[in-house]
């Protein structure tokens, strides 16, 4: 099992919809945990951090769910502009710092 | 102020070369990670270095090696490229190392192209 894995997706949604994504990790001594968004060939950028009582940033809202090891995105009335590649990032503990990136899950909002 | 910065933005090799890649972190910020990321998959984590020394290491063969200047910015050198190695090759920078919530801030990255 990969450590942190992802639907790669492409999700393909019309504008106006909801969608969301879902990431799982396998180290359960993982303490943090973030989504970046990367558009095509470009850098990673934050989206947003991703905490245990969840958090919500306008249209997009993370949850954390330790119990079943995985994370989620949830992004509402979806714009042209949220098409992107979406990664999940799980830093791990328990002797080693080494942020593990997921595949990324690729979003395409449509007209 | 000025983001992160990697140089060069693109860069071709033969099978063989060495090569050595630069990045200067974001002002203030003291730590580099070193991230390779190929075609359809997500950043793998190559190395971090805080204050010149390294904290952590992906699981990447010795011909990767880096390392951190007192001005904080950082070399990537791979030696004995091979075809594999093609990849977008990211630089972030964060403040600190804590690990816990540590936001990371990446460059544009280098492109390499082993041929």
């Known amino acids: 099992r990969k450590e942190v894995e992802q639907d790669p997706g492409p999700f393909n949604v019309p504008e106006g919809a909801t969608v969301a994504f879902n990431c799982t990790y396998s180290?359960?001594?993982?303490?943090?945990f973030f989504w970046y968004r990367q558009d095509c060939r470009k850098e990673p950028k934050l989206l947003m951090s991703v905490y245990s009582s969840g958090n919500e940033d306008g249209r997009f809202t993370a949850q954390l769910n330790r119990a079943s090891q995985y994370i989620s995105l949830l992004i509402r009335d979806s714009k042209l502009s949220d098409s992107a590649t979406y990664l999940c990032v799980v830093n791990g503990r328990g002797g080693s710092y080494i942020p593990t990136f997921g595949r990324g899950t690729s979003l395409i909002v449509h007209p | 102020d000025a983001g992160v910065t990697q140089s060069p933005t693109h860069l071709i090799k033969t099978r063989g070369q060495h090569v050595t890649l630069r990045c200067s972190p974001i002002s203030g910020h003291k730590s580099v990670s070193w991230y390779q990321q190929v075609l359809g998959q997500g950043p793998q984590f190559i190395f971090q270095?805080?204050?010149?020394?390294?904290?952590g290491r992906g699981n990447f063969p010795d011909r990767f090696s880096a390392r951190q200047f007192p001005n904080y910015s950082s070399e990537l050198n791979v030696n004995a490229l091979l075809l594999g190695d093609s990849a977008l090759y990211l630089c972030a920078s964060s403040l600190t190392t804590s690990g816990i919530q540590e936001t990371q801030y990446f460059g544009p990255g280098t492109r390499l192209l082993v041929l």
């Open positions: 180290n359960s001594a993982s303490q943090s």
């Open positions: 270095y805080y204050e010149k020394e390294e904290r």
